[in-house]
């Protein structure tokens, strides 16, 4: 027995088979077990129990829980409810009918928003803009502010201000509440399990599809859910690609170009349907994007195996309305709200400024936008749009009223009937193309808007929290920059082939 | 973001003007979790109603949602009950504690490691058996647990009758029958938290039994030697099984002697 006794305990406690019937003093491995003794009777045992083990404690488990539940609980035969969340399951996650009802219920998720929003977006424009905003400027002048003054304040910070909250507001106000009913129902979950399966065939997790609905959202919210996620690579799949899903500051920009732009198009009763049927397209395309760099840095940087996970489907329940409103109207409407205006309030005074300062005569936006406006044409975009992007990378919502700033400001620096008076016209919608209209918009200015919006890099929020999440400058980078090279790529062929079909 | 201490009775009944009705003294704590006497872990599968437990308790407003995998950090908060303050600690919801996922890794580090002096497993009482699975790990780990049988006016509402001292029996730890979104049961569930933090209730937790007689075997035997290396360990038969898995956490907890310190030392020190 001596013999076999090695100073490697491990070795000598494996083949020793049983513990030491030996009674005599064992020098190395005699006396009281250690852990290093524990350890290597696990790993011992752990052999002669073999692989099964975790199956068969699992399978303990099981049975002693099916038995202790089945003592406890008494059925009155086939509960209702129960059926009704099947035969529903069996409805939405069918293979047959599972994508249509999704993108249906989003569409009407979107058509409800746009129709709904039109209205409030009028009326609360009438009031910021159409009533107060020249009252703003009558008693400036009463009062006698210098020009730069009245200019930084009213048209600058307040004018920002008063676009952010008229044209984000009202669909915001429609669309969480929404959003929160479906996500409150149950059906979330069951996106996920559509979902599941092309995400698995992308080389992805199939848990990115909950991260990615929370991205639909917020992107930063998106990344941190990832967390859910085990695997690393998987989890920075999911981090990397959250983007595409198209968050609370990029809805109102597709909304409010899909009105403008895609609605108009058609005869006015389809409207609102096709506005919303290009805005879903939108949010769709974002979802194959999805898919494609996931399975693009599953094959490429992120190489690896697809992990298992079971997605549990919640059983549906009745959403409760009242506490819905006010989480969603609380937590999200009015977060985002109070966000955008926090950003659009400088960003107003910053667009202000470059505005009116002038250098050689020219105001230095001018200058920017001239020097951005080659790049912006050739991806079917324009200077003005390029800048409000590089001046909206701390938030996304401030998109659209930057590029009316912008452009009600360069079109009346330079000279171009209107300028600033535009923007005292009542009817909202009507306002806002007249001032696309001066700065020489097309509908393909608009498709490629849309697309940006959908493909460039994340608000600075959401690169700074890929960076935390994921401990690395290197994703963060990558987070930020592939997005937006897919986006330029994605513009100029989309321009490129425009131009060739149009000419 | 309600940080302000509160006092609002939980339970709607109509029994306000009893002696009996919030005895305790619920105190909502919000985020301030100074000095507290007793920590409370809040384990249970995803989406049985955790989070709304824990706002109900602090007071705080965790974003709540049907919706699988909300919680993927450990949210805390404080309350007091009883003239004593409590942390309690919202854990990820886990389906098991035995895999090596993330989320499942916090949750049962904290059980173990963090020694709550109460472990409340929140179960879906419409999916009891499924729920079970968890508890009766956690039960393994740990004797201070208290069971909060939640979703019960979904049960009920679904014709189910659950008999929860006959559970409460089969399972040798307190069970309270809950229906926290409409703050239905949470007085007597924090009465129940109490008493085992308190030591007033000492559970005799059930034990899964092992159907393969050399399954059985193994673990006996492991668990005499650890039992020998850390006498005062409460959970030596988990950790048996945990190593007969071949779980690398635990046979370095065992290696660095952190398994060990867990059975000598007095509970952890709470952090101010």
Redesign the interface.
Known sequence: MSALTTSDGRLASFQQGQPPIDKSPQPATGGPPTAETILATAARLRREVGLTFHEQLMEDIYADAARLADRAVTRPGEAERFDLDRSIDRIVTSRVWGFPMMILLFALVFWITIIGANYPSQWLSNILIGTIYPWLNNMADALGFPWWLSGLLIDGIYLATAWVVSVMLPPMAIFFPLFTLLEDFGYLPRVAFNLDNIFRRSGAHGRQALSMMMGFGCNAAGVVATRVIDSPRERLIAMLTNNFALCNGRWPTQILIATLFIGTLVPAWLGGLVSAAAVVGIAVLGVAFTFGVSWFLSRTMLRGEVSTFSLELPPYRPPRIRQTLATSIVDRTIYVLWRAVVFAAPAGAVIWLIANITIAGQPLAVYLVNFLNPIGLLIGLNGVILLAYVVAIPANEIVIPTILMLTVLMTGASGVDGGAGVLAQTESHQTIASVFQAGGWTLLTAVNLMLFSLLHNPCSTTIYTIYKESGSKKWATVAALLPLAIGLVVTFTVAQVWRLIAY | MTNEPKQIPITDSGCAGCPMYNPGHLERLGVDMSESDYVVGLAG???VGKSTVFNSLTGLRQ?T?????KT??RAEGGFVYDGARYKLVDLPGT??L?S????EEVARDFILFGRPDVTIVVLDA?R???N??L???VLEITDRAVICLNLMD?AT????????R??AR??GVPVVPTAA?QGKGLDELLRAVNDVATGRSVGRP?R?????A??SR?VD??VG??T??FPDLPNARWV??R????DENI?ES??S?EL?QLSRAPRLEVAA
């Open positions: 599968n995803p989406n974003h949602g049907n919706w699988p995998g993927v950090t389906y098991s035995l090596t996922s993330l989320d419409t009891l058996e499924r079970l699975n508890a009766l790990q979904e509402r679904r014709g189910l009758k659950i008999d929860d006959r559970l089969d399972l979104r059930y899964v039994r092992q159907r393969s050399a399954v193994a035997e492991l030697q650890i020998q290396v048996a099984m190593l007969l898995d071949g046979a065992i290696r002697g060990g």
